[in-house]
Structures are given as C-alpha cells and as structure tokens.
C-alpha cells in the first residue's frame, strides 16, 4: 500500500532553517506530482509547494516564496523542503501528499506529519 | 490572490442530507476537490475533480460545482462522518484551500 513518511521537523530559532523528507513507497514515485501542505495548530490546511513528477516545475505559495525549496530525489523515492529564513507563523504540522492522478485530481494520499515549530 | 470561501460550521441530523459549499470567483471554470479530516488524522480526499469519488468512499458523498459556488453533499449522514471538510482547487499555478467547514452530527 501507499506511505508516505515525513521527518525533520523540530524546533528551531527565528531565522533558522531546517529540511523536511517525505520517504516513499508502494507506487511509482517518479510518475507522480508531489506537494507539502501545512497545518498550524487548530488551523485548516495550507499549500505550500508542488513539485511535478520529474522535477521539472516547482510552484510556491506566496509567502513561502524564496525561502522554501521543494525538491525530489526520484531514485530514492523521496521528496524534500527546504526551509529557511523561518518565521514564527511557519510553525505547523508539514505534510507531504501525492497527486491522485493528474494535477487537478487532488492529493489520494498523505503522510502523518512532521511538526515544526519555530520558538526563540 | 484567489479565495474559496466555505461556512465555518454546519449541523445535521444523522439520517440527513448535508450540504457543504465553497464558493470563489468563476469557481465553476475549476476543478474542485474535497477532504476530510477527523481530529488527529490526516486529509482524506473524498472528492476529486468535482464529482469523482476516489476508490472507497462511500456513495453517499457527492460533489457539485456550477457558478461560483462548489457544492459536497453526505447523503444519509452517519455520525462517523463528523469532521473538517475542506475544498480545494488550482488558480493558475497555485493551489488554494477552502477555510475548513466543521460538519457536527447531531
């Protein structure tokens, strides 16, 4: 069956950076777009990045922009954020989700989470 | 930037029919998809693509989306269908949530 399985996540300073995986299994991991999404505590959910199946394309929200950085490593099944320059408000649980089929299809599958929190 | 606006709750009685909406400028020219989510756990995509229903999930869940507005609806709501349900769409290269609607059962 489909996993995904996020790490990384911890706590780290006001401008400090850290770098999330999402290791892979059970499906084709180089067919398929891939995204991080968050959640802040008590909060609804939150884009954060795409990356397309074979890494050719990467879209950001807003105000993530310049300081995350998605990307994936297809001969290791697993995706990759890099965060830096973080900020107080970018603390949240950060899950990584699969495209169902095409990218308009929604994400069919996510991981438990990883939670960054970001506390001088 | 684009917004998709849902009712933050919504009540039901089990047995009932609920009807959740999401609405945004020109919705309807969008795919729209929608999740679930129950306390603790993560996303579940109950609808895709406006009406489609992913592999296991139940018939009694429905999607709509004309207009501006997107519509699930639970049919013969079960109190197990208590939860955050959320909408999603793409806007050019992004990809925007809904706020969250929390469906109780009452």
């Known amino acids: 069956q489909v996993q995904l399985v996020e790490s990384g996540g911890g706590v780290v300073r006001p401008g400090g950076s850290l770098r999330l995986s999402c290791v892979t299994s059970?499906?084709?991991?180089?067919?398929?777009?891939m995204h991080w999404v968050r959640q802040a505590p008590g909060k609804g959910l939150q884009w954060v990045a795409f990356i397309r199946y074979d890494g050719n394309n990467k879209y950001y929200a807003d105000s993530m922009k310049g300081r995350f950085t998605i990307s994936r490593d297809n001969s290791k099944n697993t995706l990759y954020l890099q965060m830096n320059s973080l900020r107080a408000e970018d603390t949240a649980l950060y899950y990584c989700?699969?495209?169902?089929?095409?990218?308009?299809?929604?994400?069919?599958?996510w991981g438990q989470g990883t939670l960054v929190t970001v506390s001088s | 930037s684009y917004e998709l606006t849902q009712p933050p709750s919504v009540s039901v009685s089990p047995g009932q029919t609920a009807s959740i909406t999401c609405s945004g400028d020109?919705?309807?020219?969008?795919?729209v998809c929608w999740y679930q989510q129950k306390p603790g756990q993560s996303p579940v995509l109950v609808i895709s693509q406006d009406t489609r229903r992913p592999s296991g999930i139940p018939e009694r869940f429905s999607g709509s989306n004309s207009g501006n507005t997107a519509t699930l609806t639970i049919s013969g709501t079960q109190a197990m269908d208590e939860a955050d349900y959320y909408c999603?769409?793409?806007?050019?290269?992004?990809?925007?949530f809904g706020g969250g609607t929390k469906l109780t059962v009452l």
């Open positions: 059970g499906f084709t991991f180089s067919s398929f777009g």
């Open positions: 989700a699969k495209d169902h089929t095409v990218t308009t299809s929604g994400f069919d599958s």
């Open positions: 999603q769409a793409w806007d050019s290269s992004l990809v925007v």
């Open positions: 020109k919705l309807g020219d969008k795919y």
